[in-house]
């Protein structure tokens, strides 16, 4: 069965200060990861994809990717407490037929 | 912006009963799916379909059945439902463009309690 884990948390940061959040997984064929944000009692929602080695960045955003590693980060810079949510790390599987989630880490940004 | 909508936000049916989930989206994506999700288990994939009377099993299809009858809408079907269905299901969609990524859109999940 191949996995994604992730710490559930909580992970508490200030305000203003950078979030990082962390995933591994166990399949070393997966070519795409996804990060998605969970808000209490809502759906997920995409916050950003990677499938290149390597940093990629959207706004206060950065996705980093390590596939030697197997290891898939998010970083938040500037946290605000509007961050605290659920974050959602998803990996597609090698055929590329489904995702597999981890079961997610628990953000809180103090003010 | 993709707008996958679920039929129900909230639904209560009892036990033994035939539930119907409804999922429709409206960006003319071939891939569709139900999750459910419980605390500490996260999201879990039932079903998928890549395409219209097509269905794959996902990682739990016990207990539940799906119907694609048109590209818009993928139907969660719990035959006779009982009290470890109650969960919050979510139902999301994507396209498929060879050698791009295609990232799934999730509707609002209905929330089902079985009694």
């Known amino acids: 069965q191949k996995e994604v884990e992730q710490n559930s948390g909580p992970l508490s940061v200030p305000e203003g200060a950078i979030a990082s959040l962390n995933c591994t997984y166990s399949d070393r064929g997966s070519q795409s990861f996804f990060w998605y944000r969970q808000y209490s009692g809502k759906s997920p929602e995409l916050i950003m994809f990677i499938y290149s080695n390597g940093d990629k960045e959207d706004g206060r955003f950065t996705a980093q990717l390590n596939k030697a590693s197997q290891y898939v980060s998010l970083l938040i810079r500037d946290s605000q407490p509007s961050d605290s949510a659920t974050y959602l790390c998803?990996?597609?599987?090698?055929?590329?037929?489904?995702?597999?989630f981890g079961k997610g880490t628990t953000l809180s940004v103090s003010s | 912006d993709v707008k996958v909508t679920q039929s129900s936000r909230y639904l209560v049916k009892r036990t033994g009963e035939k539930v119907f989930l409804e999922c429709v989206q409206d960006m003319d994506h071939e891939n569709m799916f139900w999750y459910r999700q419980d605390p500490g288990l996260g999201l879990r994939l039932i079903y998928f379909s890549y395409d219209v009377k097509m269905k794959e099993k996902g990682d739990i299809p016990e207990g539940y059945s799906v119907s694609r009858e048109k590209k818009e809408r993928f139907s969660l079907i719990l035959e006779s439902a009982s009290t470890n269905q109650t969960s919050m299901y979510l139902c999301a969609s994507s396209s498929f463009e060879t050698g791009e990524v295609q990232p799934q859109h999730f509707g609002d999940g209905t929330r089902l309690s079985i009694l």
């Open positions: 998803a990996v597609l599987n090698q055929a590329g037929t489904a995702l597999i």
